[in-house]
């Protein structure tokens, strides 16, 4: 099959997959296009209240620009607040924080990230994305699916594996919970930093097989 | 540095096309190549006609969204009606595309990058420095500009065009033509370039000029 020379799609024509409980909405773009050189997402807020970006700072060394591409919305960088009205770039370095929240109806913001000095790998968050938020729809089987899926295919990348074992937690699978989130520490010690304060495990954490 | 700027107050107006605001530079963005155009009217050709396969292009694959306004996008020969809110994504370096611009004040910001390769911006983004100062009407500051990356890249045919017009609008005729014509030997295309740019007003009507830029059947170069 060759890959064809151009795509064209509009912002309206993106899925549209819930992430978060402040009603982020993440309308993938470098997933939908098949882009590969570096990382595009858009956020839509269509009540104009909703978080556009998650606060967040990038653990994976990308930097990020944020551009505004209509309403408004009011971004944390670092430790300032900044209105951001249709047209205004937001950019930030890795260790920066950063979030933002809609303050107009119908505000979508575009985020393009990559780390600088490699070739752009395809972030594992994505496919976690769109896990939860089946979850979040309430269908747990095909979450898991996804996952598994995953993990399948990238079995040496921490990140399926951890949230792999959130799902199995959150489900109460203890023994699924357990055995992913082994492999996970084993693959990057880091997972088992981030258990200790994720309360997706608050459950488990007493169990004396509980690996963090 | 993390910073925050307004796409309108970073596009700069450059010639007779759309205002150009370089995004890459102004972050110093390092890891994909990301800039946005203006158009102020309908019908300026927002996306200039190229592939990236040229010597001053990157082989980028290329994201072109529509954040305002409308364009009409060729890719390959293929027409695409590109409202606000379309994302283009050109993914073949080989491919030819362009767009016009339908409505007032169109934005489209453009970002691209080669894949499996760690990001280097492209060699065409150089002009950029001196792109500014031709906006800010500081054609001394131009001319100096394009002589310092002439030393950097003897005989580079953009550089001696871009030279050409500001020595053209400083009034320095004799060098504006000696550097046009070198330029047009380098690459043919500038030929068709300098016969519709204002910026050679100034020596538009003389015979060396039509003759660099194939006006006249008295020779020249190319002829």
Redesign the interface.
Known sequence: MT??????????ELDRFPVDDEGLLWRP?RRR??????G?NAYTAEQGTERVVEEHREQDG??E?Y?V??GRAT?V??EEE?D??????????PG?K?GAVATEPGT?V?A?????????EISAWEEVFVAFSYYRSGDEAKAREHLKWFVAEHDDAWQGHYNLACLESLTKNREGAIKELTRAIELDPAAKEYAVKDEDFDWLRDDPEFPA | ????????D?ALKAGDGPSWAM?RTH?D????G?NAYVAEEPGIRIVAEHDELGEREGG??E?Y?V??GRATFT??G?E?D???????????P??K?TAIASEVGT?I?V?????????SPSPWEHNAQGLVHFANEDYDKAAETYEQFLTEQPGDAGFLYNLACAESLLGRKDSALKHLRESVEAEERFKESAVGDPDFDAIRDDPEFLAITGQTDTGGAGS
């Open positions: 890959e064809k020379a151009y795509e064209v799609v509009h912002l309206d773009v296009l098949g882009i590969t050189a570096f595009t990308h930097e620009l551009f591409a209509s971004f960088l670092g900044v951001a009205p249709a047209g205004t770039f937001v950019h930030a370095e920066t950063r979508t575009l393009i990230g990559a780390k600088p000095g490699v070739p752009h | 540095m993390s910073g925050t700027a307004n796409v309108n970073l995004v972050f963005i390092q890891s994909f990301v980028h694959e994201l969204f954040s305002h890719v390959n293929d695409i590109a409202p606000a809110g379309t994302f283009v994504f050109v993914r073949d080989a491919a595309r934005t910001l970002a691209g990058g080669k894949p499996g390769e760690a990001f």
